[in-house]
């Protein structure tokens, strides 16, 4: 299996993008010493330093390892580029990523036996320990006509069919084309489509799956397509609708509404949202499922069959925010999204610390939540936030199951000039679940991050 680790430098795809820019300059007839006004005066640059300390702590199953413990350094600079002058503006974005491993042992690796594959922080070199470091370089060309601009490249894209995740040293990151289009007033389009995924503990490349299809060494698909109207109907209520598809695995609609209520004390935040998933290509043939094409699930030979419903309201006043939510899953199969088994994410409700997700075949959970921003007893820069949930009804071979999780989070910035840019943050998370090779977990996790623009 190909390692996980490589050096940077800029791939095919990476150059593609910079041909791509000279060559749509010299199409269009732009001079490009006359037009390099806008693209080198509106550029930005940032740079994240992010320190990240991860301790995972089984409290159930005997399976090697017990614990996962690691640290590492991380840098992103991220430089965003302005566009050239004229009726088609022209850009170049890039991202350059590093992590430094600082502490690590085989016992405490995700891949203690050798397997190469990436791990929880960290890739996974040839003797199943995790590397000295890890590296990417990438590149995003863009194009603007009027208030629509296309992508080709690196991408983050932030959708509900679609999201990155960004919960470990360096961010997870998409290949492919985005174009997003606010020409007309209080809507937003969205279209394009993925054809590579670089996970968050990676240097490559790979092509995209869900949960089930085989992990590592299944099956796998480079077309995901996805189209979406954000339709922002008043100042206080935006309504959604989303599609994507994964080739060969499955297609999923979307419908979603976030309303915020100002009241005479206070404002109530309502947060609704549809899924509808259904099998695409392979998956929905039996010969397709038994090639690899498959979903998790119960008692579903593999086949893609969820609905999602949720709903998260959240009343706020003052310093306190308090939430409740509830979720319910139907259908045969677990909740399908882009999952290749090295870190992913989703834009359910029920998406926190652990991983769990609580994303299974029939599961219904509640949420509760609570926030406090300590300014108001003269702490600026604190805020804590609570969270429990539990979901019920897990369809099993071993009749219905439950599971429960709980996070703490504090968060800190430091509100000194001097400081500015710094931030720490504290996360403790308590998992127990009855699901059958679902393990028990205690987990903390710290980031100490600062972040400055460089221009």
Request: glycine share 12%; charged share 20%; net charge neutral.
């Amino acid at each position: 299996m190909k390692s996980k680790h490589t050096h940077s430098g800029i791939s095919s795809e990476q150059c593609y993008s910079l041909s791509l820019i000279g060559l749509l300059a010299l199409s269009c007839g732009l001079p490009l010493a006359a037009s390099a006004a806008g693209f080198i005066e509106d550029s930005k640059a940032t740079l994240e330093l992010r320190n990240y300390y991860f301790n995972q702590d089984y409290r159930s199953g005997t399976a090697a390892p017990s614990k996962q413990e690691e640290w590492g350094q991380g840098f992103i600079l991220n430089y965003t580029s302005g566009f050239s002058q004229g009726p088609v503006g022209f850009g170049l974005d890039a991202l350059g990523m590093l992590g430094i491993r600082l502490d690590s042992g085989k016992g405490t690796h995700y891949n203690p036996n050798g397997i190469n594959q990436a791990g929880f922080v960290f890739p996974t070199d040839n003797d199943g320990r995790a590397v000295n470091d890890f590296s990417s370089l990438g590149l995003t060309a863009k194009v603007r006509v009027g208030k629509t601009e296309a992508k080709f490249g690196t991408l983050r894209p932030k959708m509900p069919i679609l999201v990155i995740n960004d919960g470990r040293l360096l961010p997870e990151t998409f290949e492919g084309l985005q174009i997003t289009s606010q020409d007309f007033d209080n809507i937003t389009l969205t279209g394009g489509k993925v054809e590579k995924v670089k996970s968050r503990t990676s240097s490559n490349n790979e092509n995209l799956a869900i949960s089930g299809a085989g992990g590592a060494s299944g099956k796998r698909s480079n077309k995901f397509y996805f189209a979406g109207i954000d339709y922002k109907l008043s100042p206080h209520l935006l309504l959604q609708y989303y599609y994507g598809g994964l080739e060969d695995f499955y297609q999923q609609h979307f419908l979603g509404m976030v309303h915020n209520l100002p009241l005479p004390v206070g404002n109530l935040k309502s947060d609704l949202r549809f899924f509808d998933s259904s099998p695409d290509g392979r998956n929905g043939s039996l010969a397709g499922r038994q090639e690899g094409y498959r979903s998790s699930g119960y008692h579903n030979n593999g086949e893609v069959d969820n609905r999602a419903l949720a709903g998260m309201f959240t009343y706020t006043v003052g310093p306190h925010s308090v939430g409740l939510g509830y979720q319910t899953l139907s259908g045969s199969s677990d909740f399908p999204f882009v999952n290749q088994g090295d870190g992913s994410a989703t834009y359910l409700i029920t998406d926190r610390q652990t991983g769990a997700r609580f994303q299974r075949a029939g599961e219904d959970t509640w949420v509760a939540q609570y926030g406090f921003n300590f300014v108001g007893v003269g702490i600026p820069g604190l805020t804590t936030l609570m969270t429990y949930q539990r979901g019920d009804n897990v369809k099993t071979d071993k009749g219905d199951q439950h599971e429960w999780e709980r996070n703490i989070h504090f968060n800190y910035a430091f509100q000194a000039p001097v400081l500015k840019g710094l931030s720490v943050s504290l996360r403790n998370a308590t998992l127990r679940s009855t699901v059958p090779n679902q393990r028990d977990i205690d987990e903390n996790r710290v980031y100490i991050t600062y972040t400055r623009d460089l221009f």
